[in-house]
Nanobody, 118 residues
């Protein structure tokens, strides 16, 4: 069983930055971690993914260059650094964990709200 807890969300002005954290507990060895987001009235969308070792990362094309995913294995924590934020980045951001050989995710956090004002 894996438990995930996001933090770091909040209100920021357009052009600003935020760093989200996802603290994992339980048996996370060999789990890839991902970030997703869901804006009001929209479907949840993929943001980024990182392998267990942190050696490989993946991003949705539209966010490359502004968002960076990373992980600290010693702290069992995954981060999402978000720069040059735009109002359209406003959403609830979720982290998720899934076995590296699978494309789906087994465990999800409760989400953290990010609001970008114009």
């Amino acid at each position: 069983q894996v438990q995930l807890a996001e933090s770091g969300g909040g209100l920021v002005q357009a052009g600003g930055s935020l760093r989200l954290s996802c603290a994992a507990s339980g048996r996370t060895s060999s789990y890839a971690m991902g970030w997703f987001r869901q804006a009001p009235g929209k479907e949840r969308e993929f943001v980024a993914r990182i392998t267990w070792s942190g050696s490989m990362t993946y991003y949705t094309d539209s966010l490359k260059g502004r968002f960076t995913i990373s992980r600290d294995i010693s702290k069992n924590t995954v981060y999402l650094q978000m720069n040059s934020l735009r109002p359209e980045d406003t959403a609830v951001y979720y982290c998720a964990a899934g076995k590296e050989y699978r494309r789906d995710y087994e465990y999800w956090g409760q989400g953290t709200q990010v609001t970008v004002s114009s």
